[in-house]
């Protein structure tokens, strides 16, 4: 009995001591393979630039097929990216945090086991001057849709595509470039006099970047709107996705009285 226990004892110290070793293994080598830029362009789909600042990327190119990205700031959590015919595909899977910054209160990222079923899933998908994403957001208590949408991003425009809850489309590439496609045959929130998104419609904001913000800037017929977050060493690779931009934060600004002033 007592060798039975002393066996059992060294059996646990032996997988412990194993284990320790291929994390440290796994740990030391992640990266190998990998090159060093300071952030990642998804329009271009490569890195770019010498490392001066962080956060940084890391990237790894395999057969002109797949693309692996690490960020610094979340060593462990890998992205990656597939070529299929002529575009690429991704889905990222995220948790956010809530941050006040130079620009004001917005959700940031936060490193997640990519096995996460509470993280919110992006499916990207990603020409030369066009990326598409798509997200369907569910209750956690009750499995329902809560909202589906889309974000068509252009380098100098994002345009919003609420859709309608009760038609679920699926998250393959075939049922999210059809919609895209035709998104402006929903209405334009821009002719409306209130910003909300209560059933199927688009928005269209143009994107300007200073030496250390974003702005989305909407500038409809009553409204103007304007969202904006703190750019970090990665750049435009480093902003949060457009619906975790903190609404309450939005400036409202009715351009009638300002007209009339």
Request: glycine share 6%.
């Amino acid at each position: 009995m007592k060798k039975a226990v002393k066996y059992a004892i060294i059996l646990v110290i032996f997988v412990g001591v194993a284990f320790i070793v291929t994390h440290k293994y796994q740990e030391q080598h992640r990266y190998d393979g990998y090159k060093r830029y300071q952030t990642f362009d998804e329009f271009q789909m490569k890195g770019v630039g010498e490392p001066t600042d962080t956060p940084f990327v890391y990237v790894k190119t395999i057969d002109s097929t797949k693309i692996l990205v690490y960020r610094s700031d979340f060593p462990k959590q890998r992205l990656e990216y597939n070529k299929i015919n002529n575009h690429w595909e991704s889905t990222i899977k995220w948790k956010w945090k809530t941050i006040t910054d130079s620009v004001g209160e917005n959700q940031y990222p936060r490193e997640i086991d990519n096995q996460d079923k509470e993280a919110d899933t992006y499916y990207k998908f990603l020409f030369s001057d066009t990326i598409v994403e798509f997200i369907h957001s569910t209750c956690s208590g009750c499995g329902e849709t809560m909202s589906q949408r889309l974000y068509i991003k252009t380098k100098k425009q994002i345009t919003l595509v609420e859709l309608d809850n009760g038609n679920y489309i699926n998250n393959d590439y075939f049922n999210v470039v059809r919609v895209a496609r035709n998104y402006d045959t929903l209405r334009n929130i821009a002719n409306e006099r209130r910003f909300y998104f209560g059933k199927p419609g688009y928005l269209t904001f143009n994107t300007t970047v200073t030496e250390d913000s974003l702005f989305y800037i909407h500038e409809g017929k009553y409204e103007k709107l304007i969202l904006s977050c703190h750019l970090n060493g990665l750049g435009l690779f480093g902003v949060p996705e457009f619906d975790k931009l903190n609404y309450a934060k939005i400036v409202k600004e009715t351009l009638e009285s300002k007209n009339q002033q």
